[in-house]
């Protein structure tokens, strides 16, 4: 038996060996540059660190003194950095758990060592997943929740998390406002009644620069959405939109957009996901309303904007 072995070794040895020696001169004579190849291949290998900071020095100038909303290419989850001219920063919920090192090398490659705020905006684990190791990594001022409570391992990790480390967590609801740096938040939702579902119960958040305006929606859905036209109609009017649950077809409606006009939308959705997201149905309302729509799927980072009268982009891809 073992002699059997041992010569269908060689044999499978010598067939991968005459294998890749037709292969390199299959290349060779047709005339691919080897080395090219090999330098794209490695690229294509390449570290979550070398992919986060060449994003963002691709999408955010070294000597920017604009606010910039730093969209973090997840995959069908959330993660954004709000980052002020004067410094302050605020990261808006944490994507999956597998997310943390390309959260943290984002966070590094744009200079942020501290976090002013950290929003999490319900308790799913696409948008807290990688809680524990960023709180852990970077100090933050406080932790803003939603009073939703999650019975999950993950979000009773966060929990233990924030408490050994000692940071200050406030829950919010609607009407409350903070600010961060030169940009002040109001929270729009989630408002007074129970909400049965996480989605339903995230914060949304309306951050004003200048005269610029941005909405988090976080993944709230039809609900929440109709609670918040009938209070707040004045307020939800924006430059740009977070479209709310990866652009399902529940958390968008005609209504709304015409409440927010935003200019540009983003929906963070990862490539060929489960769901189905962006529903069609979203991508058709916001295409009818001509909205500039820009998707982590397709344009991976994001990098929005604003000088407090104007806002622009960049996307990675
Ligand atoms: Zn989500």
């Not at 799913?124 to 019975?151: C, E, N, R, W």
């Not at 060929?272 to 729509?293: I, K």
Request: aromatic share 6%.
């Amino acid at each position: 038996m073992a002699a059997k072995r041992k010569s269908k070794t060689a044999r499978a040895a010598i067939i991968f060996l005459c294998t890749v020696g037709f292969f390199l001169i299959f290349l060779l004579g047709s005339g691919i540059d080897i080395t090219e190849m090999a330098g794209q291949i490695w690229n294509s290998l390449g570290s979550s660190e070398n992919t986060a900071s060449a994003h963002a020095a691709k999408l955010v100038p070294e000597d920017s003194d604009s606010l910039l909303l730093y969209i973090i290419d997840t995959g069908n989850s959330d993660s954004m950095v709000l980052r002020s001219p004067d410094g302050h920063s605020v990261l808006i919920d944490a994507g999956e758990s597998d997310d943390a090192q390309y959260i943290l090398d984002t966070l590094s490659a744009l200079g942020i060592r501290k976090l002013d705020a950290v929003v999490a905006t319900h308790p799913h684990a696409d948008h807290i997943g990688s809680m524990v190791a960023i709180l852990k990594q970077i100090p933050a001022d406080v932790v803003y929740m939603t009073d939703f409570a999650a019975s999950t391992q993950t979000y009773e990790d966060m929990l233990d998390a924030i408490e050994a480390s000692g940071i200050p967590t406030v829950d919010i609801n609607s009407g409350d406002t903070f600010d961060i740096g030169a940009v002040h938040f109001t929270a729009l939702n989630p408002q007074d009644r129970i909400y049965d579902d996480a989605n339903n119960s995230s914060i949304v958040l309306l951050a004003e620069y200048g005269d610029t305006r941005f909405l988090f929606e976080g993944d709230a859905e039809d609900e929440a959405i109709s609670d918040m036209l009938a209070q707040y109609s004045e307020l939800l009017d924006a430059d740009v939109l977070k479209v709310g649950h990866h652009g399902s077809r529940n958390a968008t409606t005609s209504e709304f957009l015409k409440a927010v006009t935003p200019e540009t939308a983003i929906i963070t959705c990862g490539e060929e996901n489960d769901y189905g997201h962006p529903h069609q149905e979203t991508l058709d309302l916001l295409g009818s309303m001509g909205v500039t729509t820009l998707r982590t799927d397709q344009d991976s980072d994001i990098a929005i904007f604003s000088d407090g009268a104007a806002v622009w982009y960049a996307a990675a891809a």
